[in-house]
C-alpha cells in the first residue's frame, strides 16, 4: 500500500477534497519493472527502492528517457549514476585480495602484507580466499539475518548446516546446475567480490602503533615460538616470520594503503602480533621476573585497541588464531571470565568456518589449508578442555565432531602442492597438540562422569545415602585402563623420564613437549580419582566397610584403598616433576604450574584426613611434597600475585 510520505507534494491535492491524478512517467526503474511495482520515477533512487532499502539497485534506461525541458544531458545521468556507484563501493568496501596485494607498508600499524606466501601469518590462501579471510559480498547480495533465513548461495566460506533455510537454497542450485562435485562447489582460484567488512566500531588509536625495539621483538617472538607455538600451534610459523621480517624491512608501497580491507588485515595481524609478544615477553630473559606481567598486560592492551572493528561481525582464521591466543595469554593473566569468554567466541567463530566437520570441499584442500583447519581446531578442542577443568563448566565442543587429528608434520614440511611427510630422525612439534587431543577425550569423560554442572550427576554432591560406590568405582576402572592404554600408546619421544641431563637439550621443543605432557597426564589422573579420596573421606561408611577397621579388607576396601593411595602418589610425583624442571628453561608455563601445583597440594591435604589412605604413606612423603608445592609457589611469586594468593590459600588450609 502506498502511503502518503511515497506522494511527491505537487501530487497532493490542495482542497483537501479533489484528488489529482497520478503523475505519469517517462518510464519506470529497472527494479519496479522487474517487480512490476509503482514507480515514482523519483531520482537519484524512486521511493518504492528506497523504501525498500534497495536505493543502490535502482537505476534507469537513460537511452530510453527523453530528456524533459531544462533536465540534464543523458551523460550527466550516467555521471550521477558512476557517482553513486562509486559512493556504494566505498561504504562497501574496495575489492582486494588480501594476500595477493604486492607488499604494502600499513601506515598505521607498521604490518607488511605478504604476497610470497599463501598465508596471513599462517592461513589464507590467495587462491583460497575462503578458508582464511571473510569473503565479502557483491552489492546485489544481503548479509545474513540472525535467523540464517537468507543468505547469497554462494557464501561458501561459512558453515550452514541440514536444518537451515540456507542449506536447502544451496541444495537447489546443485541440483539445478546439475553438478555437485567437491570441485564444482569450492571457491577454486578467485578473488574476493565487493561487499561489507566487519564494523569499524571507534577510530584507529595511531598511538598503538609503536613496536619494542628490534632485539626485544626478536626475543620476544623466538620466547613465543619456543615456549608457547610447541603448546597451542594456531600459526604457520614460516609464513609468519616472513611476514614478520618485512615487518622491518622498510619496504613500503602506496597502492592499497587506504584500503579498508587491507586496513582490516593490518589490524588483524598486529593485534596478534602484540599477543605474541605478551606470551613471549613472560618467558624473556630481558625482562626482569618482577616485570613480566605488567610488561605483558601492556602488549594485550595494545592488541585490544588495535583491532578497532566489532569482532562479532567477524568470521576468518585469522580472527579464530587472534582470540585463541588472547585466551591462551589471559590464562595468565587475572582475568577469568575474559578468558573463558575469548575462548567461547573463538570456538563459535570456529564451528561457523566449519572447522568442526569435515566436508567434501574441506577434503580437496592442499595440505597446507588442510593441516591448519586441522590443527586450529584441536587447539580450540584442548583450550576447551582445560578451561571446563579449570572453571567446573561444561565443554562447548562435543566429541561427536570427529575431525582428524594433524598429522604430526612440523609446518616447514607442509606443501601447498602434493604432500609433505616429516623425515623420520625429526620428533615432530605437533605430537603435544595431537596427544593432547587424545588425552582430553578421556579427560571429558572423567568430567561429565564426575564433575557434572549438574547438581544431580555431580557425585561430589550427592546425599549420603544416594551414593552408588559400586558404580563409582566401576566407571574409575575403566577411566583408568583408558589412561593406562594412552600411556602405552604414546610415543617414545614424549615419554617423560626426569628432567633433561644438560640445559641445551639438542631438541628443545621435545622436552617442553614431554614435560607438558607428563604434567597434563598426571593432573588428569589426580581428577579421575580424587572423588574416591573426596567421597572415603566424606562418607567412609559407604566406601569402606565395617570388616576394614579390623584389618580384613574386603575386595572393595582394597580397590577404594588403592585409588586413594594412587591419587596421593600421583599428586606427589605430579610435584616432584614440576619442582626438578624449575631450574631448567624449557619447562611448563607459569600459570600451568601454579595451577596445578596448587590443585596436587589441596589433594595432599585431603589425603591427611582419609581414612583410606594409611599414616605411614602420608608420613612417608607429605613433608616432602609439601614444601616443595610451596617452593614452586614461592618461584612464581614475584612474576604472578595468582602465586602468592596460592600461598595464602594453602597456608591457611593446612592450619585448620
Not at 545474513?144 to 537454497?169: P, R, W
Not at 609464513?239 to 588483524?268: C, K, T
Not at 585409588?563 to 600451568?592: E, G, K, M, P
Request: net charge neutral; charged share 20%; aromatic share 8%.
Amino acid at each position: 500500500m502506498e502511503t502518503a510520505s511515497s506522494v511527491s507534494r505537487d501530487e497532493r491535492p490542495e482542497g483537501g477534497t479533489h484528488q489529482s491524478k497520478r503523475r505519469r512517467i517517462h518510464t519506470a526503474c529497472k527494479a519496479c519493472q522487474d517487480r512490476k511495482t509503482k514507480c515514482d520515477g523519483g531520482r537519484p533512487a524512486c521511493s518504492t527502492c528506497t523504501r525498500r532499502g534497495l536505493a543502490a539497485e535502482c537505476h534507469y534506461d537513460v537511452a530510453a528517457i527523453p530528456p524533459p525541458q531544462g533536465a540534464p544531458s543523458s551523460i550527466a545521468a550516467l555521471e550521477e549514476r558512476l557517482g553513486r556507484l562509486e559512493q556504494t563501493r566505498t561504504s562497501l568496501g574496495a575489492t582486494t585480495d588480501i594476500i595477493a596485494q604486492p607488499l604494502q607498508q600499513s601506515p598505521a600499524y607498521g604490518h607488511v602484507s605478504d604476497g610470497s606466501s599463501s598465508y596471513s601469518h599462517g592461513l589464507a590462501e590467495p587462491h583460497r580466499p575462503s578458508i582464511g579471510f571473510p569473503t565479502p559480498r557483491g552489492p546485489g547480495q544481503a548479509e545474513v539475518d540472525g535467523l540464517a533465513t537468507v543468505s547469497s548461495v554462494d557464501d561458501s566460506d561459512c558453515l550452514y548446516g541440514a536444518s537451515s533455510t540456507i542449506a536447502l537454497a544451496r541444495f537447489c542450485q546443485v541440483k539445478a546446475t546439475g553438478d555437485d562435485s567437491p570441485e564444482a562447489t569450492s571457491t577454486g582460484p578467485q578473488r574476493p567480490t565487493e561487499g561489507p567488512l566487519p564494523e569499524a566500531v571507534r577510530d584507529r588509536d595511531e598511538s598503538v602503533a609503536l613496536y619494542p625495539p628490534r632485539q626485544r621483538a626478536d626475543d620476544y617472538v623466538r620466547c613465543f615460538t619456543n615456549f608457547v607455538h610447541p603448546l597451542f600451534p594456531v600459526l604457520h610459523e614460516p609464513v609468519f616470520m616472513r611476514q614478520y621480517e618485512r615487518l622491518w624491512s622498510g619496504h613500503s608501497g602506496d597502492d592499497g594503503r587506504h584500503d579498508p580491507a587491507d586496513q582490516l588485515q593490518e589490524a588483524i595481524f598486529s593485534s596478534t602480533l602484540n599477543i605474541i609478544f605478551a606470551l613471549g615477553c613472560q618467558f624473556s630473559p630481558l625482562v626482569p621476573a618482577q616485570n613480566r606481567t605488567s610488561m605483558a598486560h601492556d602488549f594485550y592492551q595494545r592488541s585490544r585497541r588495535i583491532y578497532n572493528y566489532e569482532v562479532l561481525d567477524s568470521m576468518s582464521l585469522p580472527l579464530v588464531q587472534m582470540l585463541l591466543l588472547t585466551g591462551v595469554y589471559l590464562q595468565s593473566a587475572q582475568n577469568a571470565n575474559r578468558c573463558w569468554n575469548v575462548v567461547g567466541l573463538a570456538i563459535r567463530v570456529a564451528q561457523g568456518l566449519g572447522l568442526h566437520v569435515e566436508t567434501a570441499r574441506s577434503r580437496v584442500l592442499c595440505q597446507v589449508d588442510r593441516e591448519m583447519r586441522r590443527r586450529i581446531w584441536h587447539c580450540c578442542l584442548v583450550l576447551d578442555r582445560l578451561l571446563s577443568m579449570t572453571f567446573g563448566r561444561p565443554v562447548m565442543i562435543s566429541t561427536k565432531w570427529a575431525v582428524p587429528l594433524p598429522s604430526l608434520i612440523d609446518d616447514e614440511y607442509l606443501q601447498t602442492q602434493g604432500e609433505g611427510v616429516q623425515p623420520q630422525d625429526v620428533p615432530s612439534r605437533l605430537g603435544l597438540l595431537a596427544y593432547s587431543s587424545k588425552l582430553f577425550l578421556v579427560l571429558e569423560d572423567i568430567l561429565s562422569t564426575f564433575y557434572s554442572s549438574h547438581p544431580d550427576f555431580n557425585v561430589t554432591e550427592v546425599a549420603e545415602d544416594e551414593v552408588n560406590a559400586d558404580k563409582i568405582l566401576s566407571d574409575v576402572i575403566a577411566l583408568n585402563r583408558r589412561l593406562d592404554n594412552f600411556l602405552a600408546e604414546m610415543p617414545s619421544y614424549l615419554r617423560y623420564v626426569g628432567p633433561p641431563m644438560q640445559e641445551t637439550s639438542p631438541n628443545r621443543s621435545v622436552e617442553i613437549q614431554r614435560q607438558v605432557l607428563h604434567c597434563r597426564f598426571l593432573y588428569t589422573r589426580v581428577l579421575l580419582l580424587r572423588p574416591v579420596v573426596h567421597l572415603a573421606t566424606k562418607y567412609p561408611s559407604r566406601f569402606l566397610s565395617q570388616a576394614a577397621a579390623q584389618g580384613n579388607d574386603t575386595t572393595d576396601d582394597h580397590l577404594v584403598k588403592l585409588f586413594c593411595n594412587l591419587c596421593f602418589h600421583t599428586a606427589t610425583d605430579l610435584v616432584r616433576s614440576i619442582h626438578q624442571n624449575l631450574a631448567y628453561t624449557y619447562r611448563s608455563s607459569a600459570w600451568h604450574s601454579i595451577y596445578f601445583t596448587f590443585g596436587a597440594a589441596v589433594v595432599l591435604l585431603c589425603a591427611q584426613i582419609c581414612p583410606a589412605i594409611s599414616s605411614d604413606v602420608i608420613e612417608a612423603s607429605f613433608e616432602h611434597s609439601w614444601a616443595e608445592s610451596l617452593a614452586i609457589l614461592e618461584h612464581y611469586r614475584v612474576q604472578l600475585p595468582v602465586a602468592r594468593q596460592s600461598i595464602q590459600t594453602l597456608k591457611a588450609l593446612k592450619g585448620k
